[in-house]
């Protein structure tokens, strides 16, 4: 998903010292200076999206795949009046290290977030004369654990609320589908009962439901301001019976992204 490469050390440490600056969303409202005032590169980067949704499917506890929330910067309109452009960067705010392009090559740089959270990205380029210049959007990214078993024994599903950053979700809800099928001779009727518990162990939400044979039930919770921890989404049954389970666990937050720069279209 990334388009790494070996940095002059000089951009290097720039780069490390500005990635200081790029990470989770805070609240310090002091103006920093811009080392690049006077930076004779005009910065125009344009992008459809600001925000994106982790896909993350699961069999229980097991991780199947994850769709990653890609996002794409394009820097095709970034010059500069001393020379050619040379490079451009972007630092993804997630923790991982800065994407560069070789801007002879690439113009465009696109990133895969697998992990949600509130994300400060700098967006920045080099010239061939040395000079640079950045800025800073703010990117949202959002999960969906959507999770499916077909069995007597159902098995926890662990939902990490630690997000990529210090920003917390707003929001943890769950939609949970439980079909017991019907079976030729050997059904019955099951109660299943869904138990949703946070990092520290404590029941946030449960249901329960008496299925008869070829019943689903459908089972949701809502829970604001979730903290931080390991939650589990647990369901039992006081049968045996092989239950078909289809579940979706959505974790959001606020929209506090920055706004779109689309290309203008002609």
Not at 17 to 44: H, M, Q, R, V
Not at 155 to 166: F, L, N, S, Y
Not at 178 to 184: D, E, G, I, M, T
Request: net charge negative; glycine share 8%.
């Amino acid at each position: 998903m990334r388009s790494l490469r070996m940095l002059p050390s000089g951009l290097l440490v720039l780069l490390l010292c500005s990635a200081t600056f790029a990470g989770c969303l805070g609240g310090d409202d002091d103006k920093k200076e811009d080392p690049f005032a006077n930076s004779p590169i005009t910065l125009l980067v344009y992008y459809d999206e600001t925000s994106g949704t982790v896909i993350q499917n699961t069999r229980g506890d097991q991780v199947l795949s994850t769709e990653a929330a890609e996002l794409s910067w394009d820097f095709s309109n970034t010059t500069s009046k001393d020379g050619e452009m040379s490079k451009f960067w972007i630092t993804p705010g997630d923790g991982s290290e800065p994407v560069m392009a070789d801007a002879s090559s690439q113009t465009t740089i696109t990133y895969g977030y697998e992990t949600h959270g509130l994300f400060e990205v700098e967006l920045g380029a080099e010239d061939s004369e040395g000079n640079m210049r950045n800025t800073t959007i703010a990117v949202r990214i959002e999960m969906i654990i959507h999770d499916e078993q077909g069995t007597q024994s159902p098995d926890d599903v662990t939902i990490d609320m630690t997000p990529g950053c210090d920003e917390t979700p707003v929001l943890i809800r769950v939609n949970s589908t439980v079909l017991n099928p019907a079976v030729f001779l050997f059904g019955g009727p099951t109660t299943v009962t869904w138990t949703l518990t946070n990092g520290t162990g404590e029941t946030i939400s449960e249901g329960e439901e008496e299925l008869a044979e070829g019943e689903e039930s459908t089972w949701t919770a809502t829970y604001d301001n979730p903290e931080s921890g390991d939650w589990t989404m647990a369901i039992d049954q006081s049968s045996s019976e092989n239950l078909d389970i289809t579940q979706d666990i959505t974790i959001t937050y606020y929209a506090s992204e920055s706004a779109a720069n689309p290309r203008p279209t002609a």
